[in-house]
């Protein structure tokens, strides 16, 4: 599955521009309403008011065959109408051709038994879109997963998150949009950010810059070794003791890439990781990291007014399987004298 | 398949207590206004009431609530969103949507619009059995004709809301004869209950136009709505 989104707008969301290969992604903004449209054009729910979506150069929005591959979850979720929960979900299995006898298993699967011989009706948001996301979860055929908090349901996370491993890979496309950091950290995958209502993830977009919201808490048997090894890779990795004994905490300019370059050296050196987790951002680091954006792109036109790049900061060599980078810019730019 | 899955999405949808209730607020006040019609004079009292209180009010009404009843309250597009997301076709599964509440609003209207003549007309009106048959055609034309019009105008707006204005309209111009009064399904209806004509329209024309026009509120409801 081959998604691409040219200037897709819809309400909050003024222009998306995205071309995604199978793998994981996910957008993270404190936009709700555009993180909320961006999967309702992906889905196929609308249309955008402008620009476009292709889905192996179909629109979703009107090729029934196009939303049969896809497996979504909104920010308002509707069910088939049916006397009980275990129906509507047989019914909604019969629509994407599965078989409609397998509901209460799929239900029982997710930790949805409870909800079978509920009438439909009387479900709230949360258990709808639970419900849903347990469809989601179970279309084994589907290429493409948009799905819109999918760690906020009634779902265990580590349920969601081994779903979502299976069917990245089995080579299908999962977008995942969040408000949340943390949930963003555990979903992993590219990392996508709306800001001000636009999305663009070009390869040559820099990445997420260093600070707090890119800290790895890591113990291991010999820190002082590992954060010497650490300091002299050429990634620009910056490390701190940690309040236990064994523990250090690494700061990098993403996350995947400062866990990739430990795990290497760990093997290299044989040195034994006993705990690695990525550190929760405060939402004042967030804060800071939003400011930066806007400070960022000022300081860089400002650099490039002034026909100087020495006051610039360096650039970070980009991974080479990562192709979706994350737009924001270091939150902390050096000062220009 | 689509069609099938759209009648189902209908069904359910309308099998509330709530459909029950308005069509016996409807029967009611239509057989309320044929008891007043009757007591206010025998001679005209069938035409008045069924043109009045039967298919001028009752009718529009229950068709304005069955609809936004299939459709969930909301836009077309999204009354068949918890199928048509699955991959099913939108059209097919619009017209699935439109049929049983067709049906419904049909029977209701054919069924009270001959409960209407009888009480109007009284049991031994020689007119009663010819007035009760065409009533019966007519109420279940036009009870189809008012479900497709608004089926297709609750693809406008992001809540469905161009049935309400297609309902305005039809309160609104309807009441007229003249161009204006073309597209809405009530002076249609009224042609052929006998009353005013539009652009002097014969009964059959009147059939036609009234057919015509629902069915192409209809046709550009599911072309809004895409596949």
């Known amino acids: 599955m081959r998604a691409v989104l040219q200037g897709a707008a819809l309400a909050q969301l003024r222009s998306a521009e995205l071309e995604l290969e199978a793998g994981r992604y996910v957008v993270l903004s404190s936009e709700a309403d555009a993180l909320s449209s961006l999967i309702s054009i992906t889905?196929?729910?609308?249309?955008p008011r402008h620009g476009l979506v292709l889905l192996d150069g179909v629109a979703p929005a009107s090729t029934?065959?196009?939303?049969?591959?896809?497996?979504?979850?909104?920010?308002?979720?509707?069910?088939?109408?049916?006397?009980?929960?275990?129906a509507s979900?047989?019914?909604a299995l019969a629509a994407r051709g599965a078989d409609p006898g397998s509901a209460r298993a799929l239900l029982s699967d997710a930790g949805l038994a409870p909800l079978a011989d509920l009438p439909e009706r009387l479900l709230g948001p949360r258990e709808a879109r639970s419900t849903a996301l347990a469809l989601a979860l179970a279309h084994d055929s589907a290429e493409l997963f948009a799905l819109h908090e999918p760690l906020a349901t009634l779902l265990a996370s580590s349920f969601v998150l081994a779903a979502l491993a299976r069917h990245t890979a089995r080579g299908a496309l999962v977008l995942s949009t969040t408000t949340s950091a943390a949930d963003a950290n555990a979903l992993g995958g590219h990392w996508l950010c709306i800001e001000l209502g636009r999305l663009r993830a070009l390869a040559a977009t820099p990445?997420?810059?260093?600070?707090?919201?890119?800290?790895?808490?890591?113990?291991?048997?010999?820190?002082?070794?590992?954060?010497?090894?650490?300091?002299?890779s050429p990634l620009g990795l910056s490390t701190e003791l940690g309040t236990t004994p064994n523990a250090l905490k690494v700061t990098g300019p993403a996350l995947d890439v400062t866990v990739r370059e430990l795990a290497l050296l760990a093997r290299q050196h044989d040195l034994e990781i006993q705990r690695i987790e990525a550190a929760v951002p405060p939402v004042e680091a967030l804060l800071a990291a939003r400011a930066g954006f806007a400070r960022g792109a000022y300081e860089a036109s400002r650099t490039a007014a002034l026909g100087t790049t020495a006051a610039a900061s360096p650039a970070l060599p980009p991974a080479p399987e990562q192709r979706?980078?994350?737009?924001?810019?270091?939150?902390?730019?050096?000062?220009?004298? | 398949m689509s069609i099938r899955a759209g009648i189902d999405l209908a069904r359910e949808r309308l099998s509330q207590r709530a459909t029950l209730v308005a069509g016996a607020l409807a029967l009611s006040f239509e057989l309320g206004d044929a008891l007043l019609e009757r007591a206010h004079g025998a001679v005209g009292a069938a035409?008045?009431?069924?043109?009045?209180?039967?298919?001028g009010i009752a009718l529009p009404l229950l068709c304005y609530f069955l609809v936004?009843?299939?459709?969930?309250?909301?836009?077309?597009?999204?009354?068949?969103?918890?199928?048509?997301?699955?991959?099913?076709?939108?059209?097919?599964?619009t017209l699935g949507l439109a049929i049983p509440t067709a049906l419904l609003a049909a029977a209701f209207a054919a069924l009270s619009s001959v409960l209407v003549v009888l009480v109007t007309r009284g049991p031994g009106d020689p007119r009663l059995v010819p007035d009760a048959a065409t009533c019966l055609w007519i109420g279940l034309t036009s009870g189809a004709a008012y479900v497709a019009a608004f089926i297709g105008a609750s693809a406008l707006g992001r809540r469905g809301q161009g049935r309400f204005w297609l309902l305005v309209?039809?309160?609104?111009?309807g009441a007229g004869d003249s161009f204006l009064a073309l597209p809405w399904p009530k002076a249609h209806v009224r042609n052929l209950l006998g009353g005013t004509q539009v652009l002097e329209l014969s009964q059959l024309g009147a059939l036609f136009a009234l057919l015509g026009t629902s069915l192409a509120f209809l046709w550009l409801g599911t072309l809004r709505s895409q596949r």
């Open chain 1, 324 to 337: 979706i980078q994350v737009g924001l810019e270091s939150p902390f730019p050096p000062e220009t004298p």
């Open chain 1, 207 to 232: 990445r997420l810059g260093a600070g707090p919201w890119q800290q790895v808490l890591v113990e291991t048997s010999d820190r002082r070794k590992l954060s010497q090894l650490l300091h002299e």
């Open chain 1, 64 to 86: 029934p065959g196009a939303r049969r591959k896809i497996a979504a979850l909104f920010a308002e979720e509707a069910l088939p109408p049916a006397p009980t929960v275990a």
């Open chain 2, 169 to 173: 309209a039809d309160f609104v111009l």
């Open chain 2, 47 to 55: 035409d008045r009431a069924l043109a009045g209180g039967s298919f």
């Open chain 1, 89 to 91: 979900v047989a019914r």
């Open chain 1, 43 to 47: 889905a196929g729910r609308e249309r």
């Open chain 2, 68 to 93: 936004a009843r299939a459709c969930d309250g909301k836009n077309l597009r999204d009354a068949v969103l918890p199928l048509a997301r699955h991959g099913l076709d939108r059209r097919a599964l």
